[in-house]
């Protein structure tokens, strides 16, 4: 167990609706990462966010967003879903920022899947 | 862009064989290299990585890994497989003095026979 949890598990739902995904860090973590694993595309990062602001962006569509709360849990809204966004989505956690390295730890994710 | 490939899809191994799954990268420079672990239905966990200094790593749950600049490889080995070591593992590359963010292979999925 990583500490990052992360829910639902699974979410299934049709084209054209939005969904939210939320993420809780590992206590004490101010950062927290979103990334998309794919058959088509592999895994691949989305966003960061540090301390409530975004930090880094990846790959990420415009119909996607992200923030994190003063808590530091984060949430992925991903709307007018198309098929191609059925994935499993992953959140991680580091303890720091993008100044020096910290290790990443991913929660089991979350299975969208768009009908 | 950093790239990285895993060019085995797929790799079978007895319990008890040993296991080297391959791994390239294409960077100028020499990147912060890693290696994680995914079992089914749960996240990404690091085996360990290589950022400067000895060019063999070692890593946990057995697991090594050595760096070989003139190859551009980073191959992640083990003695001895465990049928609980079935799982799909990634080779990742970040840009060394940057974001430290991932970017990852398209993964290697090992099967374990008894």
């Known amino acids: 167990d990583s500490g990052v949890t992360q829910t639902p598990k699974h979410l299934i739902t049709a084209t054209g609706q939005r969904v939210t995904l939320r993420c809780s860090p590992r206590?004490?973590?101010?950062?927290v990462y979103w990334y998309q694993q794919s058959l088509d595309q592999g895994l691949q990062f989305l966003i960061q966010y540090y301390n409530g602001e975004e930090r880094a962006k990846g790959n990420i569509l415009e119909r996607f967003s992200a923030q994190q709360f003063p808590d530091l849990h984060s949430e992925l809204n991903l709307s007018s879903l198309e098929l191609g966004d059925s994935a499993l989505y992953f959140c991680?956690?580091?303890?720091?920022?993008?100044?020096?390295?910290?290790?990443?730890?991913f929660g089991p994710g979350t299975r969208l899947t768009v009908l | 862009a950093q790239s990285v490939t895993q060019p085995d899809i797929h790799i079978t191994v007895s319990e008890g064989a040993s296991l080297e799954l391959r791994c390239n990268y294409s960077y100028g420079a020499t990147p912060y290299l890693f290696w994680y672990v995914q079992s089914p239905g749960q996240g990404l966990q690091l085996l360990l990585k290589?950022?400067?200094?000895?060019?063999l790593v070692q890593g946990i749950k057995g697991f090594e890994a050595e760096f070989k600049r003139s190859q551009s490889s980073f191959n992640l080995r083990k003695p001895s497989v465990h049928w609980s070591d079935a799982a799909e593992y990634f080779c990742?590359?970040?840009?060394?003095?940057?974001?430290?963010?991932?970017?990852f292979g398209r993964g290697t999925s090992l099967i374990v026979h008894p």
């Open positions: 990742a590359v970040a840009l060394s003095g940057g974001s430290y963010i991932p970017t």
């Open positions: 206590s004490g973590d101010l950062s």
């Open positions: 290589y950022f400067s200094g000895d060019t």
């Open positions: 991680a956690s580091s303890a720091g920022g993008l100044a020096s390295y910290n290790e990443q730890f």
